[in-house]
T-cell receptor, first 112, second 114 residues
């Protein structure tokens, strides 16, 4: 049972373009939605996170948009750079649980 | 300020052998979480431990897998009689409190069963 669905599986954008990754969740008890960035051979690193009381959060070139009624959230990477090439995971947490529930990941490639 | 340290980075085991994966949490962190990442999959929760206690092992396979976090030393994830399906990347994360918000992951152990 996959509680967080992530799309697309892979994404190729040109340098300077906008990368958009989408996630949908089922459990309305989730109250924390982080995005992780993972480079090959490394562990996931927290990139940015949002709680459902706000609809958008921006940190530098990274923005999370959150739609509570649709149970969806997305990551936007503005002015994408080759150094952003990595796998991105959305995740969700809540309901008193300590377990992060991850999406399956999106492999982003930014071409120079 | 060292991060979460996992070793070994790579581990090769023959079917039927035992695998022992170690995780040293960040200094001051007493809460450890283990996750498994299968190829082309996201991370899946396995177990949550505090010093000398297993708090939640709902994600652990019922057989062959065990975890501990002793009073002294690293947390250990132990897999007995490994099978090919155990091949995966195993990550641990640590946090200073029970709350896992923003906890820090290690670089993982890549287990290959041949």
């Amino acid at each position: 049972q996959q509680q967080v669905k992530q799309s697309p599986q892979s994404l190729i954008v040109q340098k300077g373009g906008i990368s958009i990754i989408n996630c949908a969740y089922e459990n309305t008890a989730f109250d924390y939605f982080p995005w992780y960035q993972q480079f090959p051979g490394k562990g996931p690193a927290l990139l940015i996170a949002i709680r459902p009381d706000v609809s958008e959060k921006k940190e530098g070139r990274f923005t999370i948009s959150f739609n509570k009624s649709a149970k969806q959230f997305s990551l936007h990477i503005m002015d994408s750079q080759p150094g952003d090439s990595a796998t991105y995971f959305c995740a969700a947490l809540g309901g008193g649980s300590e377990k992060l529930v991850f999406g399956k990941g999106t492999k982003l490639t930014v071409n120079p | 300020n060292a991060g979460v340290m996992q070793n070994p980075r790579h581990l090769v085991r023959r079917r039927g052998q035992e695998a022992r994966l170690r995780c040293s949490p960040m200094k001051g962190h007493s809460h450890v979480y283990w996750y498994r990442q299968l190829p082309e999959e996201g991370l899946k929760f396995m177990v949550y431990l505090q010093k000398e206690n297993i708090i939640d092992e709902s994600g652990m396979p019922k057989e062959r897998f065990s975890a501990e976090f002793p009073k002294e030393g690293p947390s250990i994830l132990r897999i007995q009689q490994v099978v090919r399906g155990d091949s995966a990347a195993y990550f641990c994360a640590s946090s200073p409190t029970r709350s896992p918000y923003g906890y820090t992951f290690g670089s993982g152990t890549r287990l290959t069963v041949v």
